[in-house]
């Protein structure tokens, strides 16, 4: 069974920084893509950012050039840099992994962003 445990989350003003970690135990393979995702109350969850165990990474249009994604491999944790936080960053931020095409999924850290 696999656990992920994210945080980090909180309360911010405009502009400011962020760090979220998110760290998976249990059953990991050793191919797999980690991720955040986030949803605001009342939306769909969307994508964030992912990264594979070899450090190829994908970001949503969004967050490009102000978040940053990583991951250590030996400790099976992922990383969400988050710079120059906006108001509409603020949501729950999940963490996900997926292997063998099935997700995990953390139980969400909250971040809000005031004007």
């Known amino acids: 069974q696999v656990q992920l445990v994210e945080s980090g989350g909180g309360l911010v003003q405009a502009g400011g920084s962020l760090r979220l970690s998110c760290a998976a135990s249990g059953s990991i393979f050793s191919i797999n893509v980690m991720g955040w995702y986030r949803q ?8 964030v950012a992912t990264i594979t165990n070899g450090g190829s990474t994908n970001y949503a249009g969004a967050v490009k050039g102000r978040f940053t994604i990583s991951r250590d ?3 099976n944790t992922v990383y969400l840099q988050m710079n120059s936080l906006k108001p509409e960053d603020t949501a ?13 999924w953390g139980q969400g850290t909250q971040v809000t962003v005031s004007s």
């Open 40 to 47: 605001a109350p009342g939306k769909q969850r969307e994508l």
């Open 73 to 75: 491999n030996a400790k």
């Open 92 to 104: 729950a931020y999940y963490c996900n992994l997926r292997q063998a095409f099935y997700d995990s």
